[in-house]
């Protein structure tokens, strides 16, 4: 049998417990146990320093995209009459789900994706702004509904949301210091960001129409 070099068990410890912590069913994942060995004397004594947690090997790239008012059956991704040849594109290369249910609401719907919970159990029953002192409509997320984006950095993957958040009022905030769901954003800092970011969506498609571009 070959021997194994040290230098090569490392990344093999730290892809295991990547792996072991996308198994957890308990949220927050715990830390590793400490391999370190504290002797009587400095030179008795083996430090454990912390090492980044990497996914593991072959871990895809997630790309999940919410878009607002569009219908399941608009796109041509999933045969209907718009021509979304990008998103056509994207599919092809990836994986299509069609059994998740959005509400007639924003918030709630991306509340429900990212927690994997109905969207009143995370505090969203309705749009971030419209929050009240009730239970299921007081748009605060709860410390026990860990996000997608919690699970997957926990497990090695760099995170990330650009665009539309939409799930902080803007009294806020009031606990947690409001982390975006374990996404690193990149946003203004209203909750809605209509302007910024509508603005230059119409433009992009008035821009492709006008060169007989699909969207």
């Not at 090695?156 to 803007?170: N, R």
Request: net charge positive.
């Amino acid at each position: 049998m070959r021997p194994v070099r040290f230098a090569a068990v490392v990344p093999c410890a730290i892809t295991f417990w990547a792996s072991v912590a996308l198994a957890q069913k308990v949220l927050p994942s715990p830390e590793p146990p400490s391999q370190g060995v504290a002797n009587r004397t400095l030179a008795g004594s083996k430090p454990d320093y912390p090492r980044p947690v990497q996914a593991p090997q072959g871990a895809p790239n997630i790309l999940l995209i919410l878009i607002d008012d569009a219908g399941f059956g608009n796109p041509s991704t999933f045969g209907g009459p718009v021509q979304t040849p990008t998103l056509d594109r994207l599919a092809r290369d990836g994986l299509r789900y069609n059994r998740f249910h959005v509400t007639a609401l924003c918030s709630p719907t991306r509340a429900a994706l990212l927690s994997g919970r109905n969207h009143h159990a995370v505090g969203f029953g309705s749009i971030a702004e419209a929050h009240s002192g009730w239970p299921g409509y007081n748009a605060m997320w709860p410390r026990s509904a860990a996000s997608i984006a919690e699970i997957l950095r926990d497990s090695g993957y760099s995170t990330g949301v650009f665009g539309k958040w939409h799930l902080t009022p803007d009294t806020l905030p009031v606990r947690r210091h409001d982390r975006e769901g374990g996404l690193r954003a990149a946003l203004s800092r209203r909750s809605v960001v209509r302007d910024e970011y509508g603005r230059r969506t119409a433009a992009f498609v008035v821009v492709r129409r006008a060169m007989g571009m699909p969207p």
